[in-house]
């Protein structure tokens, strides 16, 4: 079984610029995280969805970052404009249900300069 | 709300010797509690988890970990560590009601010692 795939793996930009990150869940997999893990520190949840609906968006930026996973399957997370504090890890995870576990992709790491 | 704490920021161990990773949670009820490790450059994988009945849970690697209501702990435990152990740990918990979000510790890093 695939696992859940991120691209890109590495990103770097410079401050006020655009990036966007692409999420494929594993196959079956409605519900679909977003995380953002900053160096030394934990995953933080920015968004989830359920097949193509909002479950929680409360923690992510919404003046900077959006998200969309418009056909229920595969999810993009846009950053703009970017910020320096934005640079971190952003993972991509998906579950079964909503109650399931989650299973985390590599995650794309993003330097802002 | 919920969280978790790993008061241990790093930790170093000689390959063979047994191994405790701490955590301690912040839940009002009975928390569903993980353990997750990520080695560097790669996402986190799922060690075991806690959802009820038996307090001490197996997980993959050998890694077991025993939840303690009355400690409002979750460690995580290994008899003998093995190199390839080197990562970071990450406990978890979410709550048993509601949304699935998972809320982490800010993780400890296990070096092995050869």
């Known amino acids: 079984e695939a696992g859940v795939a991120q691209s890109p793996r590495y990103k770097i930009i410079e401050k006020r610029q655009s990036v966007a990150f692409w999420c494929n869940p594993i196959?079956?997999?409605?519900?679909l995280y977003w995380y953002q893990q900053i160096l030394g520190q934990g995953p933080k949840l920015l968004i989830q969805?359920?097949?193509?609906?909002?479950?929680?968006d409360s923690q992510l930026p919404k003046d900077r970052f959006s998200a969309e996973r418009l056909k229920g399957v595969d999810s993009t997370l846009k950053i703009q404009p970017a910020k320096l504090e934005d640079s971190a890890v952003y993972l991509c995870a998906s579950s079964w249900g909503g109650i399931d576990t989650q299973y985390f992709g590599p995650g794309t790491r993003l330097t802002v300069l | 709300a919920q969280s978790v704490t790993q008061p241990d920021i790093h930790i170093t161990v000689s390959e063979g010797a047994s191994l405790e990773l701490r955590c301690n949670y912040s839940?009002?009820?009975?928390?569903?509690l993980f353990w997750y490790v990520q080695s560097p450059g790669q996402g986190l994988q799922l060690l075991l988890k806690?959802?009820?009945?038996?307090?001490l849970v197996q997980g993959i690697k050998g890694f077991e970990a025993e939840f303690k209501r009355s400690q409002s702990s979750f460690n995580l435990r290994k008899p003998s560590v093995h190199w390839s152990d080197a990562a970071e740990y990450f406990c978890a918990v979410r709550g048993n009601t509601g949304a699935n979000n998972l809320f982490f510790g800010t993780g400890t890093r296990l070096t092995v010692i050869p």
């Open positions: 196959s079956g997999h409605a519900t």
């Open positions: 839940y009002g009820a009975t928390p569903y």
């Open positions: 969805f359920q097949n193509n609906g909002v479950v929680d």
């Open positions: 806690y959802f009820s009945g038996d307090t």
